[in-house]
């Protein structure tokens, strides 16, 4: 089957979508002996592609897999500044993964990896609208906190989705927080919190979509298993 290229070097595991294009505008990638361009395509069962000179690999089988991400750990393949990364924790399955969108350095929690690009597409696709759901301990003005949290329609000038916002505990000054949203606009949780008057001590991702964290220890990982790949898959976000 024809498929864009840069699709194909992030199927068979080389780098990401992106940087497959960057591949293709240095002119480092051929096909059948010919330099290619971004936007060509090709089929890999009957065209020979080459990446600086060396045959495109078989794409590895898709695989699934979950990560309780810690604290300290950024969400990014490699890090110019040399800080511990999430990818890091999973380098030991075998292939090369990818973060299914992202988690702070200060966040923690449910972060999913896979070399399956168009489920990592839908999954992270504005328009799927795909829930994501958090506990979040909080400190300031707790009274209150949830109804303000609620309430906040725009960020910085920027109009927002309404977070769904339930108080687990609140006791001393401090609040435990569930907070659902499904935008994931940049540090979006500690910004609604810092405009309602709260300081953010915890942030840990407990479900994304179908998926929940449950008991899995910090900076462990596993495999979905098989009910879980076949709730999300068989979920209808992507045709929403």
Known sequence: MTE???KLIAQAGLCSRRAGEDLLRQGRV?????AASLGDSADPAIDH???DGVPLPSAPSPIYLMLNKPRGYVTTLSDEH??????????DCGVRVFPVGRLDRDSEGLLLFTNDGALMQALIHPKHQVDKVYLVEVSGQVEGAEERLAAIHELDGEPISPAGVALVSRERGRALLRITIHQGKNRQIRRMCRQAGLSVRRLQRIQEHTLQLGDLKPGKWR????EELQDLKGSDFRDQ
Do not use: F, S
Request: hydrophobic residues 45%.
């Open 223 to 226: 495999c979905l298993t098989g």
């Open 82 to 91: 040399g800080r511990p990364t999430a990818a890091e924790l999973v380098a």
């Open 4 to 6: 864009r290229l840069q």
């Open 49 to 51: 592609i080459e990446v």
């Open 30 to 34: 051929t096909v059948n002996g010919a």
